[in-house]
């Protein structure tokens, strides 16, 4: 029973890790109400286990804290639906047909995901609108979720489903700008974090477009 919780205890380090970026012992225990001296224990064995990975920076009193994050073996840990069949057809795409066929081919299909996602979403207010975003991200793969802000709503992906194909094809990454823009016409879109660029998530910043005023 307790190696059970303890795998269920782990399992949960790293999700709050992949949601996070990055968090101290502390932050991990007081949100899992598992004790530091435990929680310790665990990122002993996921950091054996080249799961998660630290950096110590300065704290209080002249200690040292410890920060901890996903290692790249840690990501893989989580569901991804794509894999290196993908790359290598692209690559083979690539190869046989061109880098500007293969753009238009790629152009051509996220075109068509785009306005199957504006049909989805073409009902409600912006707020629903957004849900029904995740939702459909999640459903593909990504581990997705959205807050409002004061500027419209941040849309943030933990995990890429297409991960492996972005890092080799980076132009595809455009193509998701591409697709919200298009499946939210009446919004502007912006990306604020990149997983390609070694942040720990992906996020998009999503806001109304302001009707310009009409002089009388």
Known sequence: M????????KQDILTQLLRRGQATAQDLAKTLQVTPQAIRRH???LEQEELIQHVAQGGTMGRPQHYYTLSRKGRAQFPNRYGEFVVDLLATLHQTLGQEQLGQILAQQWQAKALAYREALAQGDLATRIQRLVQLRRAEGYMAEFQPTPQGFVVTEHT???AAVAETFPRVCDHELELFATALPDCTVERTHWIVNGQ???GYLIRPQV???VEA
């Open 2 to 9: 307790a190696s059970v919780e303890q795998a269920s205890t």
């Open 43 to 45: 990122l002993k064995d």
């Open 160 to 162: 890429c489903a297409i």
């Open 200 to 202: 720990h998530q992906c």
């Open 211 to 213: 009707a310009p005023k």
